[in-house]
């Protein structure tokens, strides 16, 4: 039998009893509300190369519109240079990831490694190197030189007892508020820049019939993300990178402040948050039926995907009460211990790793690229102001994509900013960030 065939012919039986599991242990999942959960849905596999012998497992949660494109300009590189060798684009659609981390904890467990996967920069990678499911690439950085065309920042994020385990392929922005150009020109308002501000606009958008915030749920990750920025804005940079350094700081009164803030926030958002998504969010912005929405400028690339353009139908912000704060995080790739196509593997880094790479993939991903030497003429007017604010802003880390604190925080915050999503019990959610930070 081919090889491709044959491999087919394994995976996907082995996928659909995943699939099972996954949809079977929700009460694992990273920030599943139990009951409404719907099976993830893996992508056929797609992306096969002029057929050959050899393959490549990439794995990832890039579905959607810019994030699928980006990752298509990757793997057209990888197809020119190695035209025998078929890639699988294996695929399990869902914003940030839980979806696709409940599907791969359990591939991994099973010793059924995809030759490469998305993980964050930061301290999301840690839980892997610990299960000793990743190879070093301490070696690979020196050969391609990728130690000196890299930011500090990212390499100490991707090195751990000693080694490094991944290739970044950019830096994303969550802090960032898109918001309907027309409609607040319509309504001859600001985009607003702190949080009181915002109230005083949502107030005038709601007023008007406009639903001044957009917010989804279904993916699992938008409230926390978006109480990320708010924590950064009712703290400030200094005290919110405390938070992962002294779990003391999560009893600072302001931690309740920003959950107050952020169930009135939740007042002047779409009610239906659990049945749309993070990109169904960004479509209701551009589509005018809401105002704003606070997103990583991932929805920059959905925006592009749509064939609007920055500054015309959209425009972009810090989010509320954020300005001077860059709040990172990295997408970067690893390669398994005991992948299936290790040649494979390495090459796929290489290119990933490469300029050409990176300059396919951020302009249309949304982000901007983790090497400096990128070719700075092929980021648009957004990527341009996203390249110079990470060079002169304070930087803080993320905590929903897997910079500022581990899987097992990660977890029991998305968990308990999921509920609060739909319950707004500040109490409760205090006691269940309580909780939480007994995992840092
Ligand atoms: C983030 C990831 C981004 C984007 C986003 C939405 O966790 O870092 O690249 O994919 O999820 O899916």
């Not at 898109?178 to 958008?205: D, K």
């Not at 703290?235 to 931690?255: H, N, S, T």
């Not at 209701?284 to 920055?310: E, I, Q, Y």
């Not at 709040?327 to 299936?340: E, K, Q």
């Amino acid at each position: 039998m081919h090889k491709y065939q044959r491999w087919t012919a394994v995976f996907t039986p082995f996928v659909l009893l995943m699939l099972l599991l996954a949809a079977c242990g929700q009460a694992s999942t990273p920030a599943a509300p139990a009951a409404e959960e719907e099976a993830p849905a893996a992508e056929a596999p797609a992306e096969e190369a002029a057929a050959g012998d050899a393959q490549l497992e990439i794995f990832s949660w890039w579905t959607d519109g810019g994030e699928a494109d980006g990752l298509a300009a990757m793997y057209e590189i990888f197809n020119e240079q190695h035209p025998d060798t078929a890639i699988v684009n294996a695929t399990i659609a869902g914003g940030a990831g839980a979806n696709a981390k409940t599907v791969l904890k359990t591939r991994l467990q099973g010793g059924e490694p995809p030759d490469s996967w998305q993980v964050h920069a930061g301290k999301e990678l840690t839980a892997f190197v610990d299960a000793e499911q990743m190879e070093p690439l301490t070696t690979f950085f020196a050969e391609e030189g990728l130690n000196d065309v890299m930011p500090e920042l990212l390499l100490e994020q991707i090195t751990y007892n000693g080694e490094i385990w991944s290739v970044p392929v950019n830096i994303h922005r969550s802090n960032v508020m898109w918001y309907n150009v027309a409609v607040f020109e319509e309504n001859g308002l600001e985009p607003p820049t702190t949080i009181e501000e915002f109230f005083t606009v949502a107030e005038q958008l709601q007023a008007a019939g406009v639903t001044p915030l957009a917010v989804g749920g279904s993916d699992k990750f938008e409230t926390p993300h978006l109480f990320e920025s708010v924590l950064l804005a009712t703290l400030g940079q200094e005290d919110y990178v405390m938070l992962f350094e002294d779990p003391a700081m999560w009893d600072d009164p302001r931690v309740a402040e920003a959950a107050t803030t952020l169930a009135q926030m939740l007042e002047y958002a779409n009610d239906d948050r659990s049945a749309i998504g993070w990109a169904d969010a960004a479509q209701r912005v551009l589509d005018g039926d809401a105002a704003m929405t606070v997103m990583g400028d991932w929805a920059h690339g959905f925006f592009l995907s749509k064939g609007v353009t920055p500054g015309v139908e959209y425009g972009y912000a810090a989010a509320p009460g954020t300005d001077g704060v860059f709040l990172w995080l990295s997408d970067s790739f690893g390669m398994a211990r005991n992948a299936p196509n290790p040649d494979a593997a390495m090459a796929w880094l290489r290119v990933i790793s490469s300029r050409e790479g990176q300059d396919a993939f951020n302009p249309r991903k949304g982000s901007i690229p983790a090497r400096t030497d990128a070719d700075k003429s092929l980021y648009d007017e957004y990527l341009t102001y996203s390249i110079d604010q990470f060079a002169t802003q304070q930087l803080a880390p993320s905590i929903v994509h897997g910079a500022a604190a581990n899987e097992a925080f990660m977890s029991a915050y998305g968990n308990a900013l999921n509920v609060f999503a739909s319950d707004l019990d500040i109490e409760g959610l205090m006691l269940s960030l309580e909780d939480a930070r007994a995992e840092l």
